[in-house]
């Protein structure tokens, strides 16, 4: 804690009630009050550039978005330290009662919907396909790239429309609150939207009458439920993929 205080040492903010609320391989997470403001403080362990993530592309994408994606709203960032602080946002997981919930699925697949609908002119071109790459990179075991690269290649090709994904859209990254948000887009990039539909999908085990609510909110007849099943197939993949890529590195 006292390293992480030190790091604002020199500057003019003031932090206070600060507290650890998750940890994991490549940040820590902090609840703190920040210049009067409740906020999240995300500080990266080493493995975080690594594996690939890029503080920089995220705190560009986010002040992009953050008047139409429903996403925090950064207030301090300090790239070369791993720091980024965004604007605390009130709300937690959906409980299983709101998930069986026509409306609130309506209301989660409009706003899926604007990530995928967001001009990506401006954002950087990392796909979802080179996260995959540095992975494979990483373990540096072709055969455990066989199955993945294999869908792969049945799933993209040249006339894929990619647009902006968060490309983790879990349980824990979806807060609901006064409004749905979404949090943690630290692995957003281009890649197929029915990559997040499938994520979706899996994160909250939705049964056929659950996917039509949500494909209703996301206004879309281009939905192709077969390759959304496929595209479950791929989310696991690639978790499992990122799970032998960390393992690797620490």
Not at 201 to 225: C, K, M, P, T
Request: with cysteine; aromatic share 10%; hydrophobic share 35%.
């Amino acid at each position: 804690m006292k390293a992480l205080l030190d790091k604002f040492s020199d500057t003019q903010n003031h932090i206070e009630d600060i507290t650890l609320i998750k940890s994991d391989q490549i940040s820590n997470v902090y609840f703190c009050v920040f210049n009067g403001i409740k906020a999240v403080i995300k500080e990266d362990k080493p493995y975080a550039k690594k594996i690939g993530l890029n503080r920089k592309r995220e705190a560009s994408l986010l002040n992009a978005i953050s008047h139409s994606c429903s996403c925090p709203n950064i207030i301090f960032n300090d790239l070369k330290a791993g720091l980024i602080i965004w604007e605390y946002i009130e709300g937690g997981e959906a409980e299983s009662k709101l998930i069986l919930n026509k409306d609130f699925l309506i209301k989660l697949g409009r706003k899926v919907k604007n990530i995928h609908t967001t001009d990506t002119k401006t954002l950087s071109s990392y796909s979802f396909l080179d996260s995959i790459e540095h992975y494979k990179d990483i373990i540096k075991d072709n055969k455990s790239g066989e199955d993945i690269n294999n869908l792969i290649s049945k799933l993209y090709n040249s006339d894929t429309q990619l647009t902006l994904c968060h490309n983790d859209l879990t349980k824990p990254n979806i807060l609901v609150g006064d409004t749905i948000s979404f949090i943690d887009w630290e692995y957003a990039s281009l890649n197929d939207p029915q990559y997040d539909i499938a994520t979706v999908f899996q994160a909250y085990n939705l049964n056929a009458n659950q996917r039509d609510a949500f494909l209703i909110g996301y206004n879309s007849v281009n939905v192709d439920l077969a390759r959304v099943n496929e595209f479950i197939t791929l989310t696991k993949f690639t978790e499992r993929l990122w799970d032998r890529a960390i393992n690797t590195l620490t």
